[in-house]
């Protein structure tokens, strides 16, 4: 693996969006990000974590709230990155996801459906 400082400022003047990015590898992604001089959006659901994880990152990093499964919460998200960045990302990582582990008999529509969404119809919507 590269050593970090050596690739600190290459992003310089970059834009990224990361989802998932309150915990785990998508924080990981957000901060790797930053680090090399990029300005992040991170989105997430967990607005405290999000907003707190943020300000670790430092002044390059824009928390936006947002429930993916939630179609109008992922437009007003991305009007709020877009006015932000003052136009499209240039780089976007659609990190987040759920999966539910059941047999098809015991699991919820509701939640099958809720998991299509996270999985395959918000990066659609976010990459739209």
């Given at each position: 693996m590269p050593d970090p400082r050596a690739e600190a400022g290459r992003l310089t003047?970059?834009?990224a969006v990361v989802t998932g990015a309150s915990r785990g590898i998508g924080?990981?992604?957000a901060r790797r990000l930053h680090d090399t001089g990029a300005r992040v959006a991170m989105?997430?659901?967990t607005a405290a974590t999000l907003r707190a994880e943020a300000a670790s990152l430092g002044p390059r990093a824009l928390p936006v709230t947002c429930d993916l499964a939630n179609g109008a919460a992922v437009g007003r998200a991305v009007?709020?990155?877009t006015d932000a960045f003052g136009g499209a990302p240039d780089v976007?990582?659609?990190n987040a996801g759920a999966f539910a582990l059941a047999p098809v008999d015991a699991l919820d529509p509701g939640a099958f459906a809720a998991a299509l969404?996270?999985?395959l119809v918000a990066p659609f919507r976010l990459i739209h």
């Open positions: 003047g970059t834009t924080l990981a992604i989105i997430a659901r009007g709020t990155i976007l990582v659609n969404d996270i999985n």
